[in-house]
T-cell receptor
Framework: DAGITQSPRHKVTETGTPVTLRCHQTENHRYMYWYRQDPGHGLRLIHYSYGVKDTDKGEVSDGYSVSRSKTEDFLLTLESATSSQTSVYFC?????????????FGPGTRLTVL | GENVEQHPSTLSVQEGDSAVIKCTYSDSASNYFPWYKQELGKRPQLIID?????GEKKDQRIAVTLNKTAKHFSLHITETQPEDSAVYFCAASIPYNFNKFYFGSGTKLNVKP
């Protein structure tokens, strides 16, 4: 597996509380991504980053924000968690050589919002 | 944007049989098509990929074919084994678009011993 870790691996929280998930890589890859995975929906892109302090929205970004202050860390924040944000969250990284390239996934974080 | 559709959503085969999963994409600019395998509770892992300048690629029991004209690509698994049971995802990527992937909704493959 590529050098990607996610923390925490499991979290249970209550509606309305803020939550921050962390993705850490040791590959020095430029591109990082946050996905959520829900039954029947596959993997949906929340936000992505193409460099330090360079981020943009994906297809399901409402209710989420991100930050990337260092190459190795990409943080996903749920400002005020809702039950609809109960999901498994995956971080992915990519180092592009020719316009498109493989993404490697972290181990995931299972988030439950009560 | 790109839209990827994947069929079937579930597939059950007998051990030793072949399995085929199909994906279609909408944007003719897409040029990279990876396939991921995800076992229960695990991360998606790349099993094979193909670029648009190639029509077919094989890796032991796994092969992927690409038809650019029809905008579809398929995963073929031969001589299936119980350990092939997992969820498989296809994806498509458009070049110079921050390497964003557009995923299919997944196929749950069950290989019966």
């Amino acid at each position: 597996d590529a050098g990607i870790t996610q923390s925490p691996r499991h979290k249970v929280t209550e509606t309305g509380t803020p939550v921050t998930l962390r993705c850490h890589q040791t590959e020095n890859h430029r591109y990082m991504y946050w996905y959520r995975q829900d039954p029947g929906h596959g993997l949906r892109l929340i936000h992505y980053s193409y460099g330090v302090k360079d981020t943009d929205k994906g297809e399901v970004s409402d209710g989420y924000s991100v930050s990337r202050s260092k190459t190795e860390d990409f943080l996903l924040t749920l400002e005020s968690a809702t039950s609809s944000q109960t999901s498994v969250y995956f971080c992915a990284i990519s180092g592009i050589r020719s316009g498109t390239d493989t993404q490697y996934f972290g181990p995931g974080t299972r988030l439950t919002v009560l | 944007g790109e839209n990827v559709e994947q069929h079937p959503s579930t597939l059950s085969v007998q051990e030793g049989d072949s399995a085929v999963i199909k994906c279609t994409y909408s944007d003719s600019a897409s040029n990279y098509f990876p396939w991921y395998k995800q076992e229960l509770g695990k991360r998606p892992q790349l099993i094979i990929d193909i670029r648009s300048n190639v029509g077919e690629k094989k890796d032991q029991r796994i092969a992927v074919t690409l038809n650019k004209t029809a905008k579809h690509f398929s995963l073929h698994i031969t001589e299936t084994q119980p350990e092939d049971s997992a969820v498989y995802f296809c994806a498509a990527s458009i070049p110079y678009n921050f390497n964003k992937f557009y995923f299919g909704s997944g196929t749950k493959l069950n290989v019966k011993p």
